[in-house]
């Protein structure tokens, strides 16, 4: 039995943590675990009520995170993410889970959703254990691309130009409409966001038609994209495939040897732009929705904490 102590993270310092502990799933695998460290970064573009809830982590005794639990709100529902190193026992896994949903439910969350790799089994197990429901329609898939593999870059249409963050940096920032007037405040407070990897494509009268955000983690050498975005009347003119590209180039040239883009199974043209400029499917997720635990029915933690 494990005898990590526990220990609890707020705003700024869990994302410090977070950030650790996903880098240490990466290094362990190259594609166990749901998420990357820019994964969590790109969260914390919007302000949120779960900012202030402190964040549940487990540490070694040396001070290294080694599992946590992230909870997660979002505009429709409440996420718990159990985040495991690749090689963490059933019993292990099971204990996570138990102490994690007894903290969201100390944290006033009565019901919470998450993603699960539909081939982790153990870790599925543990919720539908504790009352949570499968719902099969809500998959993600999840790809990975050598970065040697890139395809050549495409052509631009004609009255469209490609632009990093940093070379238009007096405008407003072009995920404000989405994401709310502190995105790039917040981007700039995370440790991978870097505006010569954040690029734009704007037309004739300056109008942003499209974008995408590359994040490049130096320690695990992987890139992520994540979002990506063509406006409604810019459709069909090629602009994701020319962004996309672009950005992979600059991925590779900023050192990823790895990249990883996700997409909902029911989005037919995410499925065909991605795997037509080379990303390959690794896994699929499935949604599970349940509800907390009474935190008083729940086994007390594993130490004091770091």
């Known amino acids: 039995m494990r005898v990590d102590s526990e220990g609890l993270r707020t705003g700024r310092a869990y994302l410090d943590d977070v950030t650790t502990l996903l880098r240490l799933v990466r290094r362990a695998h190259p594609t166990k675990g749901l998420f990357e460290a ?51 026992t059933a019993e292990w896994t099971d204990q996570v889970v138990e102490r994690g949903l007894a903290h969201a439910g100390a944290s006033g969350f009565g019901t919470v959703q998450l993603e699960a790799d539909r081939s982790d089994e153990t870790l599925i197990a543990a919720f539908v254990e504790r009352g949570f429901s499968i719902d099969e329609n809500e998959q993600m898939v999840e790809t990975w691309m050598d970065a040697d593999s890139r395809p050549a870059v495409s052509p631009l249409a004609d009255g469209y130009r490609l632009f990093t963050r940093l070379e238009r940096a007096g405008c407003p920032h072009h995920m404000v409409s989405r994401n709310g007037p ?125």
């Open 182 to 306: 502190d995105t790039e405040r917040r981007l700039n407070e995370t440790s991978l966001y870097r505006p010569d990897l954040d690029l734009v494509v704007v037309d004739r009268n300056d109008d942003d038609a499209a974008y995408a955000l590359f994040w490049m983690d130096p320690a695990t050498a992987t890139g992520l994209v994540e979002p990506m975005r063509t406006e409604d009347a810019h459709q069909r003119q090629g602009l994701a495939r020319h962004v996309l590209i672009q950005g992979l180039e600059r991925l590779a040239a900023a050192g990823a040897k790895r990249i990883k883009i996700c997409f909902e199974a029911a989005n037919p043209a995410s499925k065909h732009l991605y795997l037509s400029v080379g990303f390959r499917p690794v896994k699929e997720t499935v949604t599970l929705s349940g509800p907390t635990l009474d935190p008083a029915s729940s086994p007390g933690g594993c130490g004091p904490g770091r």
């Open 38 to 88: 820019a994964d969590l970064q790109w969260w914390w573009r919007a302000p949120r009520p779960t900012d202030e809830i402190p964040q549940l982590f487990w540490f070694d005794e040396d001070g290294r995170p080694t599992a946590a639990v992230i909870v997660t709100a979002w505009r429709d529902r409440t996420a718990l993410d159990p985040i495991l190193l690749p090689d963490a």
